[in-house]
């Protein structure tokens, strides 16, 4: 399987909530939240994708949210995304979590590097990772991306965490697919090339 990673960013490389959690939101965690606004055609872009997993890998706060709610909610009957969500493994690379309630969910506690690269060594499409800024960096300076896809919301938020870092090794990426919707979102599909 390849390991590719998928984040709504902004204009100005935010990727912090990007929907709206609502108890984060209530508790002032982070007020600029819920701006990613999608439309039909970035939906069914959104809806393909994970549609492609065979496995997902999360970090602790990322399942947490999900298990909160795709994984709290009941089977609408016409979502690919629930659907993949509560059917197919999912992998949390976390040393705190120990008691996962969301059901075909195994925790990665220790060797999280060789786990993975077991992981993508299994026959299959994609291990996908939805949003986890701070797994997607360690994935990245792991060497363990295959592909990147980014959704650039046209917006900018001006605060919050960012996908990239402030520093960190420089990167070659390699531009796979590239489109725009009808809204403004672009998506852009990037093979992790060689290091600079």
Not at 10 to 15: A, P
Not at 44 to 72: C, H, K, N, P, S
Not at 112 to 121: D, F, Q
Request: net charge negative; with cysteine; glycine share 8%.
């Amino acid at each position: 399987m390849k390991l590719t990673t998928t984040t709504q960013v902004s204009i100005d490389g935010v990727m912090q909530g990007p929907g709206v959690n609502l108890a984060e939101h209530e508790r002032g965690v982070f007020e600029r939240a819920g701006w990613a606004h999608f439309d039909n055609e970035a939906g069914t872009v959104m809806d393909e994708i994970y549609q492609r997993a065979d496995a997902f890998l999360f970090g602790r706060r990322t399942y947490e949210l999900f298990a909160d709610t795709w994984g709290a909610w009941d089977d609408p009957g016409n979502s690919p995304i629930w659907t993949a969500l509560n059917t197919k493994p999912k992998y949390v690379a976390s040393t705190t979590l120990t008691d996962p309630r969301w059901t075909n969910t195994i925790v990665l506690s220790s060797g999280v590097v060789a786990a993975i690269r077991e992981l993508k060594a299994k026959p299959g499409r994609e291990l996908q990772v939805h949003g986890c800024g701070a797994l997607f960096r360690w994935l990245l300076d792991n060497d363990l991306v295959d592909e990147m896809t980014l959704f650039t919301f046209p917006v900018v938020v001006g605060q919050g965490t960012r996908l990239f870092p402030d520093t960190g090794r420089d990167r070659v990426l390699e531009l796979v697919e590239s489109q725009a919707t009808p809204s403004g979102v672009t998506i852009q599909v990037y093979r992790i090339s060689a290091k600079l």
